[in-house]
Antibody
Framework: EVQLVESGGVVVQPGGSLRLSCAAS????????MQWVRQVPGKGLEWVAL????????YYADSVKGRFTVSRDNSKNSLYLQMNSLTTEDTALYYC???????????????WGRGTLVTVSS | EIVLTQSPGTLSLSPGERATLSCRAS???????LAWYQQKPGQAPRLLIY???SRATGIPDRFSGSESGTDFTLTISSLEPEDFAVYHC?????????FGQGTKVEIK
């Protein structure tokens, strides 16, 4: 059974930093690209970042480019999102999600975690 | 970037009725790379449809997707009680991938 479990969400002050983690199991992690998607409670979904299956390629939404860094450790079946220079606009539930097609990127997402809440507030 | 506009914002229907949800793209979506997800309160999104019309594994056949140009439609042929939720469309044919704002299907 595929499982994605996010962690690391907390309350942080504007300008602060945070690292989110996503522990993956139930599939061959290093065959699949992964994404981070966020959602302000009660609002729509917003794509944040993507990393290819081997970590060689990364892509970011303009809203986070230069501030967020996505990475992965295939030996630990783990995905990460380093978030710097946080603003109140970054307050959201952050989901990690698995792409559906192996050895490709920018595809639909067939499994999602339950999310971890990041609150940026003074 | 491709903007996806979902309508209506809320759809009030009774169990057994047919639901028709719309997702309009601001430009052509490459290779019909459009997906639909269902999201219930406090839960993660669940993939329903990909490639505009292909059902994901385990999705009942009352869910169907179609495409006409830049207009995409999710149809639920006969609403079951568990279908009342928010539905999101998602294009992944062009970077950046984008989502619609969601349509809530509520019990009338």
């Amino acid at each position: 059974e595929v499982q994605l479990v996010e962690s690391g969400g907390v309350v942080v002050q504007p300008g602060g930093s945070l690292r989110l983690s996503c522990a993956a199991s139930g599939f061959t992690f290093d065959d699949y690209s992964m994404q981070w998607v966020r959602q302000v409670p009660g609002k729509g979904l917003e794509w944040v970042a993507l990393i290819s299956w081997d970590g060689s390629s990364t892509y970011y939404a303009d809203s986070v480019k230069g501030r967020f860094t996505v990475s992965r450790d295939n030996s630990k079946n783990s995905l990460y999102l380093q978030m710097n220079s946080l603003t109140t606009e970054d307050t959201a539930l952050y989901y990690c999600a698995k792409e559906a097609v192996a050895w490709q990127w920018l595809f639909h997402l067939d499994y999602w975690g339950r999310g971890t809440l990041v609150t940026v507030s003074s | 970037e491709i903007v996806l506009t979902q309508s209506p914002g809320t759809l009030s229907l009774s169990p057994g009725e047919r639901a028709t949800l719309s997702c309009r793209a601001s430009q052509s979506v490459s290779s019909s790379y459009l997906a639909w997800y269902q999201q219930k309160p406090g839960q993660a999104p669940r993939l329903l449809i990909y490639g505009a019309s292909s059902r994901a594994t385990g999705i009942p056949d009352r869910f169907s997707g179609s495409e006409s140009g830049t207009d995409f439609t999710l149809t639920i042929s006969s609403l079951e009680p568990e279908d009342f939720a928010v539905y999101h469309c998602h294009q992944y044919g062009d970077s950046p991938p984008t989502f619609g704002q969601g349509t809530k299907v509520e019990i009338k």
